[in-house]
């Protein structure tokens, strides 16, 4: 099963690469050295080992269309390999450890993190184009996951005696650990949707093995480097790579408690499916095509300064983001302008440059995808305001995945770029004629994950965000709180991720009945 692409947090750029190149792109790239390329091992029971097959699935670099890298294809022995030593880890003492024990561990790693910062960055960019301003926060932002779920150590050592309310007798509730999970992650952020799955498990005293998505399998090794610089004992951590066929033995896999999954919702289901067949515990973080309600009274000069990371973010390859802008009838083409200047004004360009904003689709698939969507909103009537093409790029950026970034005007909510989620630089903005159109339109979807309402009266806001149907809604901004719950509705997914409910999606409960 393959995983596509979705949502995280990052911060601001770090600047490992110069602001600027004096030459072609291809150049700059040569000049890096970067800690894995071409590589023939897993981690498996606390080592990199031998993948037990021949196969290998390359990495290429969007921005240059560019083969630069590979990993192994794992096979079903791979998967046998990991699942056993988690088991045996599992078993042999992880489960048992006093959670503040394990958030020891946590602490340590997220250390560990903080020193592989820019080798993270440098090789997230390469594998999927994220423009480096974006990726140079993904390991701050880790770090900060795990250490945000170690401070839940105290959550899980609380003792929890509950009375029987008619008198008579009391229940300890025990919280244990859920067993061996499968963790699978997309393309777009490939180091934080892993480690919001793996710090919460960790700290609950599961065991895992990990699989990236296919286009992104290098960046990840640096986490697990990190797991064993700070000495998490073997087996409790194994990394596989491989195909979308291998994240289905996995997901399949006997020796398999649960399953998180971040990705498409077309493979959401069939993981759904598998895990309802095997009564199996899983979390689905899916797609999404979330709407931004712009109130009549919104102030439009401070919505554009944060228009790109809350509608096209990442290139428009983030998962909550809102890529319907929905404007009163009455300031539309106000909107249809300042939407189309502030998207005019990005730079698009080579992604390992600061000042890029929007870069390529993450893959040649995606690239064409995202055409085929910029075609047939033009076939259907919408009216193209800026971009609609192909970004053609020099200084060896020639065989890139460029998409010129595109605002669609005009546009209808039977449209097919109104209702279906594109994954890349698309933007389209829809007319209203009073709020509860607004929140009827925001609501006429089958996803429900994200969600923004720009509007200057603070209250009206907020009676906004209560009426729209999804699991999470900004108010003038959109951002990931590690101490909230993220989840989405409908096809966007099941379970929570973040806060101590995504903490409570890795434990089982025990009730212990007794007369005190």
């Known amino acids: 099963m393959t995983s596509t692409a979705h949502s995280a947090t990052a911060t601001e750029a770090t600047g490992q690469v110069p602001a600027s190149f004096s030459g072609p792109a291809v150049d700059a790239r040569a000049a890096l050295t970067l800690p894995y390329t071409h590589v023939d091992d897993v981690f498996i029971d606390g080592a990199w080992v031998l993948a037990r097959g021949t196969g290998r699935n390359s990495v ?6 560019q083969v630069w890298g590979s990993v192994p ?25 006093a959670p503040s024990e394990r958030a020891a561990y946590l602490l340590r790693i997220a250390d560990e993190v903080d020193k592989r910062a820019d080798e993270l960055a440098l090789t997230n960019t390469r594998e999927n184009g994220s423009p480096i301003a974006e990726s140079s926060g993904a390991a701050a932002n880790a770090a900060s996951i795990f250490r945000y ?44 949707l892993m480690v919001i799955k793996l710090a919460p498990a960790l700290l609950a005293g599961c065991t895992v093995v990990m699989k990236p998505a296919s286009p992104t399998p290098l960046s990840f090794r640096l986490i697990v480097d990190a797991v064993a610089a700070a000495g998490v004992p073997a087996g409790v951590v194994n990394l596989v790579t491989g195909s979308g066929k291998l994240g289905d033995t996995l997901v399949r896999h006997l020796g398999v408690d649960k399953v998180a999954f971040t990705g498409s919702t077309p493979v959401g289901r069939k993981i759904a499916a598998a895990c309802g067949e095997l009564l199996r515990p899983v979390t689905l973080e899916l797609g999404g095509k979330s709407s931004a309600i712009v109130l009549p009274d919104a102030d439009l000069d401070a919505m554009s300064n944060g ?34 200047a502030t998207i005019a004004a990005g730079v698009q360009g080579d992604p390992l440059d600061p000042a890029t904003v929007f870069g390529p689709a993450a893959t040649e698939s995606q690239y064409r995808t995202v055409l085929e969507y910029v075609d047939a909103g033009r076939a259907e009537g919408a ?51 009073d709020v509860d159109e607004a929140v009827a339109l925001a609501n ?15 209250d009206a806001a907020l009676a906004v965000a209560d009426r729209m149907d999804t699991g999470s809604v900004g108010i ?18 099941l379970g929570t991720e973040y806060g101590i409910e995504g903490l409570n999606a890795y434990l089982s409960y025990k009730s212990i009945h007794r007369r005190p």
Not at 79 to 93: L, N, P, T, Y
Not at 155 to 173: A, I, N
């Open 444 to 458: 006429n979807t089958e996803f429900g994950l994200g969600g923004l309402v720009f509007g200057t009266d603070q």
């Open 149 to 192: 779920f170690a401070t839940l150590a105290e959550y899980l050592e609380r003792e929890d005696v509950r009375p029987f309310p008619r008198g008579g007798g009391e229940s300890v509730v025990r919280r244990d650990p859920v067993g061996v999970c499968a963790l699978i992650a997309p393309w777009n952020f490939p180091i934080n």
């Open 307 to 340: 228009l790109v990371r809350s509608c096209m973010r990442n290139t428009g390859q983030t998962c909550y983001i809102s890529t319907r802008i929905l404007a009163p009838a009455g300031r539309y083409d106000e909107v249809v302008d300042m939407v189309t």
């Open 73 to 97: 294809d794992g096979t079903a022995e791979d998967i046998d390999a990991a699942v056993g030593a988690a088991r045996k880890a599992f078993d042999g003492g992880w489960s048992r450890l």
């Open 383 to 433: 009216r193209v305001t800026t971009g609609g093409r192909v970004a053609r790029l020099g200084g060896g950026l020639e065989g890139g995945f460029f998409v010129e970034p595109t605002v669609f005007a005009d546009v209808t909510p039977t449209m097919r770029i109104s209702r279906e989620e594109i994954f890349g630089p698309v933007i389209s903005v829809l007319k209203y004629t």
């Open 476 to 493: 003038n901004f959109f951002a990931s709180n590690h101490s909230a719950p993220f989840g989405g509705r409908h096809d966007s997914g």
């Open 60 to 65: 290429t670099d969007p921005a240059t269309g």
